[in-house]
């Protein structure tokens, strides 16, 4: 292996700006896909940011409702003792969730507004940068980027859900590319919505020991008209609707990252080869088999994707950490998943990219060693 | 009776089928003895590279056979001929053919790592061949740092790595000035001699002729008598002497391919505007003893004297 490694290598390096044009254009065709993956899955991150950090361990639904997001749930307001009265459950918190916008001046921003009640355990903010994490009759904790885009600051009005609340906290953490979150009280929540007693969404806490999927199938079991979801079963359902709406987007960019690099290292490998056609002859002369030969551009294409890969691992962390630390309200996540996807990615374009030089190789006759150079 | 290194049985390579096939080599036989030099020369096209391919495994005669050390390579599967090329032969090339992207010492080395020698042991080999090849000081060199008699050098070091049996040389010095071609063609004497080791070489370098034990006249695809040769002054042809049409001027005979030549030689001399030299002038004082086509196997003694005879070569044409 020292010796095709040394081949494929000295062969790379010796004209650099090939090299450059290989390794930059698969860095950049990876960087795409892992980058477009990085961004779907902070996007997924972010919505499912309050299921995860709201502190329960159970979430009850209307029935059939299986999202926190993009539907509705709506239970009558005496679901929560109900609830409450099950085996292993040690607390309960009731909320009412709705998609709204809220305003301030010219600047409107989807919000998932959450209406808390007073004294509950869970569902409250979780990150305050500025004011207070309680929100009273009137009042509202808005995202601190939103209130820098709406030059709004606490003590301030905003408008929500068809009515008006003055800001008491500043949250972070908790906005997405797509929506921040808000937090109003409950009571409030209920007046601008008629009045009417129901709610969203019973948050549950389990007693200490108890499995919270054993819980969610007693409350089902034991509470008509609900659905209820183990957290780690919520945020999954949650991440699926990301999944979905980006697997599209997903599978066509992945594709054009693929193309785009299968064809810069396929070229850039073929024409390494090409170049040195005649010294693949010699070698055969020497008396190297066609296979040590083979090995020789598998390698190279193999080390051009990996650098690539690399390089372009390197730069969508980079990314990943700029935008963290602006206000941006967009993560890049790059899971496990998406590195094995896009190695294996790179794996595969390493492999169709050294077909053709390698069938080029194959035809190089060892007897081009007896003939002349053209003359320079 | 000695082992023969190479034989060479009545072979024959024809490029293409019908009355468009060409005979580059036919019916040539050739015995070459360990540590015997051998030079092969003839013009352009005579088929000598295609003789050389067919000696060195890289192409298939199409009738005949070829046996190194006793084994008919010929007939070898194109599978088992990378081993024989690896650890039979040693090649050496006019354009030396080292490769580019690698320093002094991996292109010897590589070759010994190719034959299945690990990298330390080829790379300590691989010093000590290029040490002794006074390329000590350019081991981490690259190629296009070296000069032409160094690059040689490199070559031939790398033919040298595998210990073979047999040293193809293609053109060896035709790259090379004058010093630098006598160094190499000494080496390569001195390779066989020293180290029992067969050489080969195919040129059209006259002064080849000082270190070969035997000179064969390879012309039209076969082994010919051996004749004089001289160069016709006026054309640069080569002519042999006996056939040639010639003249003396100052008690020095000259040979020419024709009698245009001769007059227009004569001519010139006495209007003092004669073209003489447009061909290889200088090469035309030198006399070329090579081989006009024969059935008999002929044999000579390799001792200095004799070579600077004649050189007869062993060789049968069918």
Partial sequence: ?376 | MTALTLDVRDVTKRFGDGETGVFAVRGVSLAVEPGEVVLIMGPSGSGKTTLLSMMGALLKPTAGSIHLDGSEISALSEGRLPDIRLRQFGFIFQDFNLLSALSVLENVAIVAELAGLNGRAARDKATALLRGLGLAERLDFLPEKLSGGEKQRVAIARALINDPTLILADEPTANLDSKIGHEIMRLLRTIAKDQGRSVVIVSHDQRIRDIADRVLWLEDGAFKDIVTMATDPVCGMAVERERAVSAVRDGETFFFCSRGCREEYLGGLRSGSARIGRGLAGWSRLPAVVLRSAQARMTTSTDSASRSRSRLGRFRNS
């Avoid at chain 1, 390698?299 to 994707?305: E, I, K, M, R, Y």
């Fill in chain 1, 1 to 376: 292996m020292s010796t095709t490694l040394l081949l494929a290598r000295r062969n790379m390096a010796r004209n650099r700006v090939r090299l450059l044009a290989s390794v930059g254009g698969v860095a950049l065709a990876l960087s795409l896909t892992l980058a477009l993956d990085a961004i779907y899955a902070g996007v997924a991150n972010q919505l499912t940011t309050y299921i995860e950090r709201a502190g329960a361990d159970v979430w009850v639904a209307q029935q059939g409702v299986r999202n926190l997001h993009m539907v509705a749930s709506s239970l009558p307001e005496t679901v929560v003792d109900a609830v409450g009265l099950v085996d292993g459950v040690a607390a309960v918190t009731p909320i009412i969730e709705a998609t709204d916008t809220i305003s301030a001046g010219d600047v409107r921003a989807v919000a998932y507004v959450i209406g808390l009640p007073v004294g509950g355990s869970m569902g409250d903010p979780w990150d305050i940068v500025e004011g207070s994490a309680q929100v009273g009759p009137g009042e509202i904790i808005v995202d601190r980027g939103f209130a820098a885009e709406a030059g709004v600051r606490v003590g301030d009005m905003v408008g929500v859900l068809g009515g008006e609340a003055r800001i008491v906290g500043l949250s972070k953490g908790m906005a997405s590319l797509i929506n921040s979150v808000a937090f109003v009280s409950f009571d409030d929540f209920r007046a601008m919505r008629g009045g009417a007693p129901v709610i969203s969404f019973v948050l549950v806490r389990v007693a200490p020991g108890a499995s919270p999927e054993a819980v969610a199938t007693a409350i089902e079991r034991l509470v008509p008209g609900v659905t209820a979801q183990s957290r780690t079963d919520f945020v999954a359902q949650e991440r699926r609707i990301v999944t979905d709406m980006s697997a599209d987007v997903i599978s066509i960019m992945s594709a054009v990252g693929f193309v785009v690099a299968l064809a810069v290292v396929a070229l850039t490998v073929y024409v390494a080869t090409l170049a040195r056609r005649r010294e693949f002859g010699v070698l055969k002369a020497l008396g190297a088999r066609n296979r040590t030969l083979y090995r020789v551009v598998l390698v190279q294409a193999t080390l051009s994707v990996a650098v690539g890969f690399v390089i372009g691992l390197a730069f969508t962390t980079g990314l990943a950490l700029v935008l963290g630390r602006t206000d941006l309200n967009l993560e890049l996540a790059i899971t496990s998943a998406s590195l094995v996807k896009v190695g294996l990615f790179a794996a595969i374009i390493a492999g169709l990219a050294a077909i053709l030089p390698i069938r080029q190789v194959a035809r190089v006759d060892p007897a081009v060693v007896f003939r002349r150079r053209a003359p320079a």
